[in-house]
Antibody, heavy 121, light 107 residues
Framework: EVKLQQSGDELVRPGASVKMSCKAS????????MHWVKQSPGQGLEWIGT????????SYNQKFKGKATLTADKSSNTAYMELSRLTSEDSAVYYC??????????????WGQGVMVTVSS | DIQMTQTPSSMPASLGERVTISCRAS??????LNWYQQKPDGTIKPLIY???NLQSGVPSRFSGSGSGTDYSLTISSLEPEDFAMYYC?????????FGAGTKLELK
């Protein structure tokens, strides 16, 4: 069974950084790219970026460049996202999601449970 | 970025009713369109990929159609577990973008 287990909710101070994890199980971690998606309170979904664990290649939504840093640890089948210089605009739920892709198909077939980040002093 | 306009934003409906949710892209997206369901506990799962392909395990009452800029998700007969949020997503160009969502509510 494929599972993406994310780390716990975070309460962080403005200006600080936070690093969250997404532990994959039930499949070969290096066979699939991992994506991250932001859901602001009462808002829709925004794609942040992706990492290909096999070759440690990343790609970011221009909006999140400089804000998010994606990494992966192949030895523990875990993807990470660090958010820096946090402001109230970063308060949101963050999801990791595995992508299934072929010539025509590209969709997030498994999602983590989400990490709620609250930025507050 | 391609803008995805989903309508309606909320929809009251009854059990057994047939409902359709629409998604319009700001430019043609060549059928590169997915649909997702989000439950109140935050759980997200795919329903339809590449406009009309049913994800494994998803009931056949869900279907998708469309072309060009206009796409739709139809639920043929609402079940209690279908009351949730629904999002469309385009992947024709990067960044992939989502609609703002449709909340399906019990009437």
């Amino acid at each position: 069974e494929v599972k993406l287990q994310q780390s716990g909710d975070e309460l962080v101070r403005p200006g600080a950084s936070v690093k969250m994890s997404c532990k994959a199980s039930g499949y070969t971690f290096t066979d699939y790219a991992m994506h991250w998606v932001k859901q602001s309170p009462g808002q829709g979904l925004e794609w942040i970026g992706t990492i290909i664990p096999l070759i440690d290649t990343t790609s970011y939504n221009q909006k999140f460049k400089g804000k998010a840093t994606l990494t992966a640890d192949k030895s523990s089948n875990t993807a990470y996202m660090e958010l820096s210089r946090l402001t109230s605009e970063d308060s949101a739920v963050y999801y990791c999601a595995r992508v299934y892709t072929t010539d025509y198909y590209y969709y997030f077939d498994y999602w983590g449970q989400g990490v709620m980040v609250t930025v507050s002093s | 970025d391609i803008q995805m306009t989903q309508t309606p934003s909320s929809m009251p409906a009854s059990l057994g009713e047939r409902v359709t949710i629409s998604c319009r892209a700001s430019q043609g997206i060549s059928n590169y369109l997915n649909w997702y369901q989000q439950k109140p506990d935050g759980t997200i799962k795919p329903l339809i990929y590449y406009t009309s392909n049913l994800q494994s395990g998803v009931p056949s009452r869900f279907s998708g159609s469309g072309s060009g800029t206009d796409y739709s998700l139809t639920i043929s007969s609402l079940e209690p577990e279908d009351f949730a949020m629904y999002y469309c997503q385009q992947y024709d160009s990067s960044p992939n973008t989502f609609g703002a969502g449709t909340k399906l509510e019990l009437k």
